[in-house]
């Protein structure tokens, strides 16, 4: 099989995986954002190829800029309520980290979960900014807005742990399902998570 790898110019559309519909967040919609197939090196250079970045905070809000690195430009992505802030950084942190070992020399099933886990990830920031994006189409965006995927990924990172299908289903069969429906607040930031676990 061929792979055909090519750069895009995103000056006028920054995502290339951007969604044309609504996510109603639940763990089935997240789920479903986890490919089983095996992730190419074209499509860890493409997820690579964006790079987000926190900026400043106004009004209880914090802007969001994102960097195609190839072609060396950054630009502002999206607005999101700073309560966000400290789950952003994790997400991101997680993001950037996954990029970089996704080509790691080692046995393929390795680098093929490490490469699972950063589209996985890129998936779910791509729902997240859309949901984000819409709130502020809808001039509905505000420090009390409150992102229905990014709360339900929380709520799966706070209390599963993990976030393939298999140790989600899994938790759901031994736990009750409420749990990953609360507000992922409760746990606290995301250095309490690994403490809740």
Known sequence: ?????????????????????????????????????????????????????????HDNLIDIGAENVFAN????????????????????YRLRLLSHCADVEGAQDYVQTIRQNLQYLDKVLDAIWDEGSAAVEANIMNPDWRSEVLDMWLSIEGRVGRHDPLSVSTFIRNNDVEDLKSDPFEIGTPYDFYAFQ
């Open 1 to 57: 099989m061929i792979y055909q790898c090519f750069t895009v110019d995103l000056s006028s559309s920054p995502s290339i995986y951007l969604h044309h519909f609504a996510i109603k967040a639940n763990m089935t919609s997240l789920s479903r954002m986890w490919s089983t197939k095996n992730v190419t090196s074209c499509k860890v250079n493409n997820i690579r190829q964006i790079q987000y970045h926190l900026k400043s905070v």
């Open 73 to 92: 430009e950054e630009y502002p992505w999206r607005v999101m309520p700073q309560m966000y802030e400290d789950h952003l950084k994790l997400i991101l």
